[in-house]
């Protein structure tokens, strides 16, 4: 009997006390599923269940990744006034063949400005899960220029069991194959992007971390942040402090001016993440009733993009640093993937040593430590990996320095740096087709319109940035230049840990 397990999918993805989210179900054979729910942060706590849900065996539609499942509500979650913010699990189980079968969905409270006392509010990278996520067919990385958020995410984007290779970075080079992470994912069934985006990868071990050190952080997806801009309105006893965690790839140019709105004005951003903001997408189709139900991203595709050569121009869904649209992300985060890369992912940076040099240990976030000038930061626990994002920089009196020709802010300041490249022919884990080409290529002739050689070596060696600067209106601006930096809280790396405290309770004040 092929392997048998309930999907589902809740709609809306987030909600407010007192509202309510449907669950849409398919179950082979329509067994009776248990549907159960938990908060998950500090610890996992069960507000939720229900042992006999009704639910139909529906199939999926072949278009399911670009047009949603379209399955009835199985049963509706009423979202009690108790409900804290946060990340809220969805188990589905039913029995096969007196085994239990387990899969999982989400939903998200979100908080409202008026009824919450939390300083700092977390946007989860939802928006870069679902352009990976390929249930039903296609993703944002198999020729699909939009997707839908009305359908189940694939295995792995939303729990993972532990082992080895769980983490897409290498964490003991050389394994130029990927031979541990690819094995780890055919072992455990799980989707061979699942490695790049999701739930268990970055946001979960440091909303873990910093529930359980006592921080009150509040939860929204990456669409509320465009849809309710009124979160980071400016009140007095409003968000003093943005968060971005892990691997948050794709922006709306909603959710651009609602934090960049929020910087200049005062308020500051923590992006403990990396390749942050690169592509532009848009969201689509609205309803009365609901949110928009589809991200579009056309990507390398751009001329096919119905706003290509149009007054629309500036929603172009290509990399936010394109020269068509003249808007880099280095403006809000300081730092860009362009001028990045990867660092221990395959051949890219394969024996690279997982952390920062450290170059201005003065800096208020080392407040706490005895990290010194030369001093590796974060190697141990391997914070620097996966994707990374930097700037151009030269170097002044032996310190790195940004030149702000690309877009960073002439006063941030490059406090840590890793060396980064992006993939060529030669080093591409998935390589690209004879002809095509190559991801450096690709982003040298988006930023300067051509992919000749001298365009491509200009970007050719990148770094992971830890940095900061401060907006005109105030507003300070941290950035860890890596996806990676959350795997060095819980006891992995004590400097890493105060640092990152040192960040949360500065900037939430």
Known sequence: MPYQVVTGYCWPQSAVAGGRVDLH?????????????????GGRTVVFRDPKVEAGDHATPRDASTGGCGWPVACSIDVDPSWRSGYYEVTLTIEVGGKARQSHAFFVVRPTPEATSARILMALATNTWHAYNDFGGRNLYTGATAVSLQRPMEPGYLAKPPGVGRRVTVMHPPDRQMAAHVGYLTLNHLSPWAGSAGWPDWELPFIEWAERSGYQIDVVTNADVEDHPDLLGHRPDGYRLFLSVGHDEYWSVGMRDSVEGFIAGGGNAAFFS??????????EDATAEGPAATMVGYKAQLKDDPVY??????????????????RPENHMTGVSFARGGYHRIGKAVARGAGGYTVHRPEHWIFDGTDIGYGD????????????????ELTYRDGLPVPTGDDGTPHDFEIIGTAPAAHFTHETATRPPHPGDPSELEFIAARLFGTRDADAAQRIAHGHAVLGSYTSSGGGTVITSGSTDWAHGLSGRDPDVEQITRNVLDRLST
Do not use: K
């Open 25 to 41: 179900l398919s179950s082979p054979g329509a067994r009776t599923t248990v549907v159960e729910v938990a908060r998950v942060g």
């Open 274 to 283: 990396g390749n942050t903001s690169f592509w532009q997408v848009r969201m």
């Open 376 to 391: 590796l930061l974060g190697a141990d626990a391997t914070i620097v990996g996966y994707e990374c994002d930097g700037c």
């Open 309 to 326: 050569e149009t007054e629309r121009m500036a929603e172009l869904t290509s990399i936010w640093s394109d020269h068509l649209i003249g």
